[in-house]
């Protein structure tokens, strides 16, 4: 059982299990030591964020079936790199969030207000 953190103080929640997310594939925004890039925040795609980053590089929509992605679209909730969503908060094209399920350490790469400010119901996803 795990013993992580949100960015609230409480024990993390699940983010989603369809698409199964997470970097250790669990459904989690878990993080550990050999994880580089923080993928710790909980954000349900939306057309503007999935477009940004693959504008810069980040092909979050095309899937790559030998590392288990499927690819995703709006709506789906998916745990992304910290500082990529701070890319695009400071763009204005941030996704919406997840408080419940974001890992604490999202707080070393963005502000508590900037996530609140896109904080949306931690309802289960289909």
């Given at each position: 059982m795990s013993t992580a953190l949100n960015v609230l103080g409480t024990?993390?929640?699940a983010c989603s299990y369809d698409p199964l997310t997470g970097?250790?594939?669990d459904g989690c925004c878990q993080t550990d030591e050999h994880?580089?890039?923080?993928?710790?925040?909980?954000?349900?795609?939306?057309?503007?964020?999935l477009n940004f980053q693959m504008e810069r590089g980040n092909d979050l929509?095309?899937?790559r079936p030998a590392?288990?992605?499927?690819?995703?679209k709006p709506g789906d909730r998916w745990c992304v790199c910290?500082?990529?969503?701070?890319?695009?908060?400071?763009?204005g094209c941030a996704p919406p969030v997840v408080l419940e399920c974001t890992h604490a350490?999202?707080?070393?790469?963005?502000?508590?207000?900037w996530l609140r400010q896109y904080a949306?119901?931690?309802?289960?996803n289909s």
């Open positions: 024990p993390l929640m970097w250790l594939r994880e580089q890039g923080s993928h710790v925040v909980c954000a349900r795609m939306t057309v503007e964020f929509i095309t899937a590392y288990r992605f499927r690819g995703l910290a500082l990529r969503w701070r890319e695009a908060y400071e763009a350490k999202a707080l070393e790469f963005v502000l508590l207000d949306v119901a931690p309802s289960p």
